[in-house]
């Protein structure tokens, strides 16, 4: 069974930093390519970082180059997303996704 757990999501002020994790079981995330997306109230779902298996692409959306990171901890079996210089419109459900799964979704607000 494939299963992924998030945490890390919470409120923050303005500029401060989260890091988001997403625990992964059933599947090896080394070998998956990994993302985050996230979804603000409404809006669609919107791809935020994504990274391939090896590591060698990356893709950010435009409003987190800069600001946000994906890794993915092999040993693990961890993605994450390190997020600075947070802002009120980084407020959002964000998913963690391996492969054609996905989280449960983490509600991240950021307070000005």
């Known amino acids: 069974q494939v299963q992924l757990v998030e945490s890390g999501g919470g409120l923050v002020q303005a500029g401060g930093s989260l890091r988001l994790s997403c625990v992964v079981s059933?599947?090896?995330?080394?070998?998956?390519?990994v993302g985050w997306y996230r979804q603000a109230p409404g809006k669609q779902r919107e791809l935020i970082a994504r990274?391939?298996?090896?590591?060698?692409?990356?893709t950010y959306a435009d409003s987190v180059k800069g600001r946000f990171a994906i890794s993915r901890d092999n040993v693990k079996n961890m993605v994450s997303l390190q997020m600075n210089s947070l802002r009120p419109e980084d407020t959002a459900v964000y998913y963690c996704t391996v492969n054609q799964y996905w989280g449960q979704g983490t509600q991240v607000t950021v307070s000005l």
């Open positions: 990274m391939t298996p090896g590591g060698t692409e990356y």
């Open positions: 059933g599947i090896i995330v080394s070998f998956n390519s």
